[in-house]
């Protein structure tokens, strides 16, 4: 038995460079059956310490459990060099071209006045206004002459209204020329105080170049028992502020008319127009950009208040031209053409949520 | 209105400049929208003495010039033949711009056959300050060298035109302009009495006003033996200021007069008069042939100015051709009168006729200033045209004077913020013209206060609040930020505004660009998509005929926009737009439409090209909508597609019910769209926001516990042989509804129908997904959740399990 331990080098210098000389997973492990295996070389050496001496098995024991270890290590060894070839082999055919587009996905786009309509929203919210709506169909009552416009008051032909077909007994309801109908509604069916804003869509028959038949507008409104025409002047110029997110904008009013307030005014604020956009809080320029005034005591009396009891103020804007001056439209007709390519440039992405502490654009 | 700095200086004594005018004009309210100078334009021309003029060596029409000029002596070849010696002309050094030829004269001096000339002579058509064109402007004598010919001319005048508004028909006067801008501590206003001219016998013609609430008064008076010719000098130089042309001077009296004073009158040739005039509603069938040559038929709601032959005027707007004064006109009969507003503004719009007098008589003229417009017209006449003035009849009567208004001193500080001293109240009230009493303090609760007859826009307090602070300035306004609530800021938007904005937000973000368009559309198009019966929804007044009717739908205009873009080379379109739809023209029928439309162009791919966008894609879309609204899609049922103008069996609706129809989805009608003029496939979907049920919150902002088990869900596959007609829809939801508790998600997986199936039936496949909560199912567990799938499924759709 000594000559098979006297081997035992040339045994596992044979079996080792077995090892190293396989290409491949499965060789290396039919290498290790056929040494290793139950019925292995390595292992039917090792059925032989039973029969030895004690003496014997003291030398021979740790020898051959010394060989099977070492052995195994090499071909766990083997084992990894193997896989990683093999891994290698695999990824080496696995190239792809990635300079190759991806499948295209539309970007999408929210329109400019429908995200100032939320930046204004958000603004006058923080000052505790409400946003109220209302119908575009409006009655001649909550048009025109709740609001203090006469049958007949050349005011009313400034307006350009449109009407619907007469109705049976010839009485006309128009397209809302103003969101200021819903002021009136809100005053008849809410208690002040009251603070609320007016987005919507409006109609006046006019078609050029600065006028489209539908534009849009944001009113708003304040009722109670003492807001004064102060808190009109600062209220709309922190609002400019906000909206124009410069750090001071600088405004200036004008005594008006309209109708439906007294005293009226209509608000300029300071501008630079000598380049190709106008820039607010700057320059030298000014530039109108809403009317307002006190509101008339005869509208709060149509509305069921008592004018010497209550007292606020309303203005107005036109949303459309609001959007043009901050964000550099040159044009207000695209606004209404659906136009891809206006919208994707002019259009805001669909996560940018305007909020006063975020950021408004 | 437009008016002349030095008219306005007549009245108004102040040391502004054009500039200090205009900001004055715009801080008290009167809206300056054009400034023009003349003498801009003639700032390079002066006036030049020609000291010699000799016949050009080699040009017959050509005269050379040795002209003294501001620039020194020069020598001007020149070809107006009324060029001579001694003459003052107006002379334009080289390189000047000749405004009424359009070009700019050399910067260098010029040979005309071989003379060289440096400069020119201009005529007043050149200056664009006249039409005589038979040779150069000849200067009076005493004009001397150098001095500007805009000066020479009185042209160095200044012209504003400003917005009046409707409730100042006052600003449409001059003395008007001059007392506010007095008041706005621009200068001293001045405005002298008009002599009373006392007539020196009757007037023959007689006036009445028969209806003296169309004609409160009428008043009027003979001149005769007037010889009419042109009017003076000045007053032609103010008229053409403001872009009126001078004719004679009856007509130019009146122009004058009505911009003077806000006054219109109207001057009629007596002799063309037969009898007595009255003012009185026209009679039905009633014509007149008017100054502006045409022919009006009148009616009875229209007030006239009538002689015995029938009308000669419309009351306030224009006066009749037959009757109208000329220069051959040796006696006239001069007529003031005051007209109601709403009747004028009627009769204006009427009879489209488009002056002066209609626009000052509509917006309300000083019922007190009859009596002194007729004496200032006729001084005037009778300074120029000589002849001599009866008394003033007057028909109606003359107005009393309005009302005191209750100002209520406290509005001031309560509706401005502004403390205001009783002092400098009376002060601006007095200065615009209002009385009040002297004694008036600061805690009185009422001042009584006369209003001027020329103010017809002040009835209340705040009237006279808005006087003080317009003129005082809104620069005195405090600058008071609103209050704010305590605490942070609350929610303000309603569900219905956070569901436009979620809805939005999530097309946006799945590829859909957001348009906004027209709320009318053709009402023939209405009709093809659903709607265009209600008669409520014509626009009457449409600004185009195919924008004639309330929009039932978007997708009409989507649909037109994406053809539009697709035109313009664009690929596939995605548009979405959440705006109103209109089901009648009632207050609460009108709804928020999420709308959306492709126009499907499949791009080319090198992995292959993708699916074109379908019904299902649109589906996807819908559902992402209704799933980020907490409307899960699976709560609604799929029925027909409601309205003609959907492909019918590539579309649906959403409906809650069998009434509630929530939106509809899927392909737009082929035909309908070709009618449409675009070109199809184009899908899209179309939800109403006020039809989705509100979103109950169950105790607050809890969300409810997330119940996670902790065993394996085990899914098992049925298939179903169901009748074509079936939804197989239906099955997986009939089979998700058997159990649900143990059942969380089935779904159909796949679908087939043809060969190997009997006629009129598809085969469904659907996964069940089973989820054991506290113990593993065990087999009879399994069977029975089964058998209750299959009958469910059989109840609901009548399929049967294939075996």
Known sequence: MTATLDNLDAIETEISTAITATTNEAALEDLRVAELGKKGRVSLMMRELGKMSPEEKKVAGPALNGLKNRLNDAIAVRKEVLETEALNAQLANETQDLSLPPRPEPTGALHPVMQVFEEVASIFGDMGFAVAEGPDIEDDFHNFTALNFPEGHPAREDHDTFFMAPDADGNRKVLRTHTSPVQIRTMMSQKPPIRVIIPGRVYRKDWDATHTPMFHQVEGLVIDKTTHMGHLKQCLTDFLAAFFEVDNAETRFRPHFFPFTEPSAEMDVRCDRSGDTIKVGQGTSWLEILGSGMVHPNVLRNCGLDPDEYQGFAFGMGVDRLAMLKYGMPDLRPYFEADADWISNYGFKPWLLPTLTGGLS | ?803
């Open chain 2, 1 to 803: 209105m437009k008016f002349s700095v030095s008219w306005l200086k007549d009245y108004l004594k102040t040391d502004a400049d054009l500039n200090g005018i205009i900001d004055a004009m715009i801080l008290a309210g009167l809206e300056v929208e054009e400034v023009e100078n003349p003498a801009e334009k003639l700032k390079e021309f002066t006036a030049a003495k020609v000291v010699k003029a000799e016949q050009h060596p080699d040009a017959d029409k050509l005269r050379v010039c040795t002209v003294e000029t501001k620039d020194g002596t020069k020598q001007i070849v020149c070809g107006a033949p009324n060029a001579r010696t001694g003459m003052t002309a107006v002379y334009a050094p080289l390189g000047t711009y000749i405004p009424g030829l359009d070009f700019s004269l050399d910067k260098k001096p010029r040979k005309l056959r071989g003379v060289e000339s440096s400069g020119m002579m201009c005529s007043a058509t050149e200056l664009e300050v006249g039409s005589e064109s038979d040779g150069i402007m000849e200067l009076s004598d005493d004009v001397e060298v150098g001095d500007p010919i805009a000066d020479v001319l009185g042209l160095n005048d200044a012209v504003i035109d400003f917005e009046v508004t409707p409730n100042r028909p006052d600003w449409l006067g001059v003395t008007g302009i001059a007392r506010d801008l007095a008041a706005a501590g621009l200068g001293e206003v001045n405005i002298p009495d008009v002599a009373e001219i006392k007539g020196t016998f009757p007037c023959p013609i007689e006036v009445t006003s028969d209806d003296t609430e169309a004609c409160p008064v009428f008043m009027g008076r003979l001149i005769k033996g007037v010889k009419n010719g042109p009017s003076p000098d000045w007053m032609q130089a103010r008229l053409k200021a403001i872009g009126i042309n001078p004719k004679n001077m009856l007509v130019d009296v009146t122009n004058y007069v009505s911009f003077d004073r806000c006054r219109p009158l109207h001057a009629y040739d007596a002799d063309k008069i037969q009898g007595n005039v009255t003012a009185r509603r026209a009679k039905a069938g009633e014509k007149l042939d008017a100054l502006d040559d045409n022919t009006y038929e009148l009616n009875e709601d229209m007030c006239v100015i009538a002689d015995e032959s029938g009308p000669v005027g419309i009351g306030g707007i224009m006066g009749g051709a037959g009757t109208a004064s000329s220069e051959e006109t040796v006696n006239i009969f001069l007529e003031a009168a005051i007209f109601d507003t709403l009747r004028t503004a009627r009769t204006g719009r009427a009879t489209g006729i488009v002056s002066d007098a209609r626009y000052r008589n509509e917006r309300g003229i000083d019922p007190a200033s009859c009596r002194e417009g007729l004496d200032l017209a006729t001084q005037l006449i009778l300074e120029t045209c000589g002849g001599e003035a009866s008394d003033i009849v007057v028909g109606g009567s003359e107005p009393v004077a309005q009302d005191a208004v209750e100002f209520k001193p406290v509005d001031m500080k309560r509706l401005t913020g502004v403390d205001m001293t009783a002092k400098r109240m009376k002060e601006i009230l007095e200065t615009l013209g209002f009385g009040v009493d002297a004694k008036a303090k600061l805690d009185d609760e009422i001042w009584k206060i006369n209003v001027p007859s020329y103010r017809r826009d002040v009835f209340q307090s705040a009237d006279i609040v808005e006087e003080l602070i317009r003129i005082e300035g809104f620069d005195a306004l405090p600058a008071d930020s609103l209050p704010r609530e305590a605490g942070a800021a609350k929610q303000v938007t309603t569900p219905l505004q956070n569901r436009v904005r979620t809805a939005r937000r999530v097309l946006a973000a799945r590829g859909f660009l957001e348009g906004v368009s027209w709320s009318f559309m053709d009402r023939a198009t209405a009709t093809s998509f659903g709607g265009g019966d209600n008669d409520a929804l014509v626009v009457d007044n449409p600004i185009a005929n195919d924008l004639n009717y309330m929009r039932p739908t978007a997708l009409a205009n989507l649909a037109q926009a994406a053809q539009r873009n697709v035109d313009h080379g664009a690929e596939e379109v995605r548009l979405f737009e959440v705006g109103p739809i209109y089901l009648g023209d009632g207050p609460k029928d009108q709804r928020t439409a999420v709308t959306s439309l492709v126009k499907p162009r499949p791009s080319r791919h090198w992995a292959g090209t993708s699916e074109a966008y379908d019904a299902f894609a649109a589906k996807a879309d819908l559902f992402a909508v209704l799933t980020a609204l907490d409307q899960p899609g699976e709560r609604f049922q799929i029925g027909e597609p409601v309205g003609d103008h959907w492909h019918p069996g590539r579309a649906a609706s959403l409906r809650l019910g069998p009434k509630n129809v929530v939106g509809t989805f899927g392909q737009l009608h082929p035909a309908v769209l070709k009618k449409l003029d675009v070109e199809g496939p184009m899908v899209g979907f179309e939800i109403y926001l006020e039809s989705l049920p509100q979103v109950k919150s169950k105790g607050g902002k809890t969300k409810q516990r997330l119940e996670k088990a902790d065993l394996t869900p085990i899914r098992r596959d049925f298939a179903f042989l169901a009748d074509s007609s079936v939804q197989a829809g239906e099955i997986a939801k009939a089979a998700g509804n058997a159990d649900k508790k143990l059942i969380t998600a089935s779904r159909v997986f796949d679908v087939y129908e043809g060969e190997g199936m009997p006629e009129g039936k598809k085969s469904v496949a659907i996964e069940v997904t089973l989820q054991p909560r506290e113990t593993q199912l065990k087999d009879a567990d399994i069977e029975k959740v089964s058998k209750a799938i299959v009958a469910a499924v059989a109840k609901s759709t009548k399929a049967e399990l294939r075996g």
